[in-house]
Every structure is written in C-alpha cells, then in structure tokens.
C-alpha cells in the first residue's frame, strides 16, 4: 500500500498544480482582457476626440462657405441694383429735351481739339438738327446710342465718344463708391 499512498499523493500534487495553473491562467486571462479593455477604450476615446475635431472642423468650413456664399449673394443683388441704377439714369438721359440735349452737345462740342475741324460728328438719328451751328463738320445721323456724337478727324485717324453712354460709364466708374455707398450705407 505505500506505492498506493506515493500515487495518490503524486495525483493529488498533480490535480492541485493544475488546479494553481489554472487559476493562473484564469487569473492571467482576466487581466489580458482587462488591458484589452482599456486598451480598446483608449483607443475609442481618441477615436471619439479625433472625430470630434473633423467635425469641428467641417462645421467651421460650412460656416465660412456659407459666408461666402451669402457675401457673394448681397454682392450680386447690389450690382443688380447698381446695373438698374445704371440703366436708369441712361434712359432719363435718353429722354432729355432738346433744349437741354442741345446744352450738352454745345458742352460736348467744346471739348473738341482743331484736330477734328472738317471731320465727321456720328450722331443718333433724329439729332443731326442739333449739330446746325458746327461749321466745317458732316453730320450724319447713324449712330445708335441713347445719345451724344462720336466726332471723328478729317483723315479718320482720331475720334471722340460723347456717346452718353460711354460718357455715363467713365462717371460711374469714378463715382461708384459714392453711389454704392448712398445706395447701400458705408457698411
């Protein structure tokens, strides 16, 4: 019976090293899932931090397309209003009487260098009576234009637009902040 008793002895010494072994190895399973677990939380939480500044960002970049979009918007309405204003003014200009046109053209004329003596005033049609008084100079009155001349030199080689038109778009260019600014404010 010895040998029994060493065998029995040398199972249970067995049975309670597996059993140590595989409370280890539990006890080692559970502290490989818990870093796991913390690892694997660490990493969402950068995720999640991550994620939040792309969106951070992107509401940022809407926000300032949006501004961009809405400036560029109030820019057209105003050059809209601008190009109306425009349009406005030449049409009532279009429709000065003829003493008044008559003013302009003698202003206009004045302006004239020797060079264009015994040259050509172009001229819209039904204007050419306002040109009676130009000595040395054709009238012609084949111009289409809201009003004005276009004077050119005896040889053609020069020529002057008194067009209203292009008179009225040399003003506005100079003046359209003042206009932009009454129409508008300052802001």
């Not at 008559?102 to 260098?113: I, N, P, T, W």
Request: a neutral charge; aromatic letters at 6%.
């Amino acid at each position: 019976m010895g040998l029994e008793k060493v065998l029995d002895r040398i199972e249970a010494d067995s049975r309670a090293d597996e059993a140590g072994l595989q409370a280890k190895a539990h006890e080692d399973a559970l502290a490989f899932m818990a870093e796991a677990k913390a690892k694997r939380e660490l990493t969402l939480a950068g995720y999640g931090a991550k994620a939040k500044e792309e969106v951070k960002l992107l509401q940022a970049r809407e926000a300032a397309r949006t501004e961009v979009e809405a400036k560029k918007a109030i820019l057209a309405c105003r050059k809209a209003v601008l190009d109306e204003a425009f349009e406005a003014v030449l049409d009532a200009m279009k429709r000065l009487p003829a003493a008044e046109t008559k003013r302009y053209y003698v202003s206009l004329l004045a302006r004239l260098g020797p060079e264009f003596a015994g040259g050509v005033i172009r001229c819209r049609k039904g204007d050419e009576g306002q040109f009676a008084g130009v000595k040395g100079m054709a009238v012609k009155g084949d111009l289409d234009a809201a009003g004005g001349f276009v004077a050119e030199s005896r040889d053609g080689t020069l020529a002057a637009d008194m067009r209203f038109e292009s008179l009225l778009a040399t003003a506005w260019e100079r003046r359209i902040a003042e206009a932009s600014g009454i129409l508008f404010g300052k802001g």
